[in-house]
């Protein structure tokens, strides 16, 4: 690495608005390089200013189009507006070849803005991939001075990226003719939400979802405090229509009143490290079962010759120290 | 536990047909109970017979009807048919409540049928939660006698529960007006598909979920004599139409032939017992880890005066051995 592109001059450059040094510093943490670590030791110290806002639902709900009239109602606040990052994740896949072009296209409204940095991460790495990776593209968009980090995932529980353990705000998008809210409910994504937005509103159908999540959320168990999700209705239509978004904004910054207000994001953001830190734990696990005998234990588990616990038991004894 | 519930008893009467003692078992699995070691050690020596076949999908596209109507097709086979089990693995939700109970009783046809197990799971437990019981579920069932295990999870790459490491074939499930086909490879179904269902297939747009899906299978690289996910299109309504099941289960057979011929079922088999063994001792390391020093390490991420990398190493050195 030449002098030029030390990390800690990178991420200087960075912080004083060159994109292509960000560009490059996330591109580092794409790519897994060793460098992420060095690249976060220097920029800790400049972490935990940004808000981060997660945006998630299953596909065809509008994710991007409504991420993209957010972008628009945060640039354009009286006091002359946030600085908005976009972090658009998504597994790759080898159908799809990885890269979310499409999603890119369609923010495309912002791609002469200088104070709107828009990037997709799809490499599935080695070491945790993009579950480790995400976390660091966060920091390191927050330390190059965002104000705001919209997060953008594909689907909710995903087996790489936790949206709920990534975002100080989440916001579960539903749309009608995508199922019923009951079948949403299964696929677990109520819980992680802190707004729900119901997209496409003009269709017909959209008043019966309301109605479903209003419900729903009048059903869970709430503690005494906690914040009750609101609904809100939006039709975002790219560079046409953002029916709803500024009321959107009005609700998001409610809910970071009461996060600032009831200590609530300093519980997450703890929640947050903890969890990474034990993805870390767990990758350097992973890396040194793969040296060990599993493999001949798997086999013998799969004929019936040995039961799992005591094969895994075998391997704590050997990996994991008893204090 | 008296005499008469000790598991080796309540798995010989399992095994003879007792849907009470096999029921008490998967209880004890469900609940996460001691005792499921002592079960699972006892019935090692009989697993390995039963066909997992695994149906998942996003929300709404009629899971449980076609594994209604598998479970018809194969308990009408003409040999005699299979003894089949269904387990419908949820994860569970303040909202729902947990149990599946709209799914067990949209497959009521087969209540009364002696060799038709229907089962839902949806307690969240401590040590691993569902990903931890489903293996062992599905091990009792085996274990129990049952031929075939239909496995119905909701959605894919769930935190919980992941499908394709649990069956030997996997049934993705898609339906048209439920986000077009590009839109469900980004929620990264695709590539663990064995099979391709297109419910509601009487549905307008059915042609063109089934053309885009053909187009993406014939863009993904697959290797020389891989398997080639076959599409089937159905219509599935309770003990009304079954339109293509028959198909189905002629590919499935296919698939398992394959699986045999190929030594791909022994690979699987061999990769899901290694999981299932790294997943006990990540659940051990995280018990560990709960009596360590993370939460303090996790603040001083969190308020950025330590870097997660150097917190994690802290934590390797003390927890997991070197060696």
């Keep these: 690495m030449t002098e030029s592109t030390q990390p800690a001059a990178e991420l200087d450059r960075a912080r004083a608005g060159d994109t292509r040094s960000l560009a490059r510093l996330l591109s580092l943490v794409e790519n897994e390089s060793p460098q992420v670590r060095i690249v976060v030791k220097d920029l800790m110290q400049n972490t935990g200013t940004a808000r981060v806002i997660g945006l998630t639902g299953a596909p065809g709900v509008g994710k991007s189009t409504v991420t993209g009239a957010l972008?628009?109602?945060?640039?354009?606040?009286?006091?002359?507006g946030y600085r908005v990052a976009v972090l658009a994740v998504d597994p790759s896949s080898p159908f799809t070849g990885g890269a979310?072009?499409?999603d890119r296209i369609r923010m495309q409204a912002h791609a002469t803005d200088d104070h709107v940095f828009i990037r997709s991460m799809a490499n599935?790495?080695?070491?945790?991939?993009?579950?480790?990776a995400t976390p660091q593209a966060i920091r390191v968009l927050d330390a190059a001075g965002f104000d705001l980090i919209l997060v953008e995932?594909?689907?909710?529980g995903q087996d790489e990226v936790d949206i709920a353990s990534l975002a100080d705000s989440v916001i579960v998008l539903v749309a009608p003719g995508m199922g019923?809210?009951?079948q949403a409910a299964k696929a677990g994504i109520l819980e992680v939400a802190d707004l729900f937005v119901v997209n496409k509103a003009d269709k017909p159908d959209s008043h019966q979802v309301v109605r479903d999540l209003r419900g729903m959320i009048a059903l869970a168990e709430r503690k005494e405090g906690s914040w009750k999700p609101p609904i809100v209705s939006t039709v975002a239509v790219n560079g046409a229509r953002d029916d709803g978004i500024a009321e959107l904004v009005?609700?998001?910054d409610a809910h970071w009143s009461w996060l600032n207000s009831t200590g609530e994001l300093q519980r997450r953001r703890h929640a947050?490290?903890?969890?990474e830190i034990t993805a870390l734990?767990?990758?350097?696990?992973r890396h040194r079962l793969a040296a060990s005998n599993v493999d001949e234990l798997a086999g013998r588990v799969a004929d019936g010759t040995l039961n799992p616990f005591d094969a895994a038991e075998e391997l704590i004894a050997e990996h994991v120290t008893s204090r």
Excluded: K, N
Excluded at 153 to 156: S, Y
Excluded at 281 to 285: E, P, V
């Design 124 to 132: 599935r790495g080695q070491l945790g991939g993009l579950a480790a």
């Design 272 to 275: 947050r490290a903890r969890e």
């Design 71 to 80: 972008v628009g109602a945060f640039r354009s606040l009286e006091d002359g």
């Design 281 to 285: 734990i767990f990758a350097a696990l």
């Design 153 to 156: 995932t594909v689907g909710v």
């Design 250 to 252: 009005t609700r998001l």
């Design 180 to 182: 019923d809210a009951i």
């Design 100 to 102: 979310l072009l499409g």
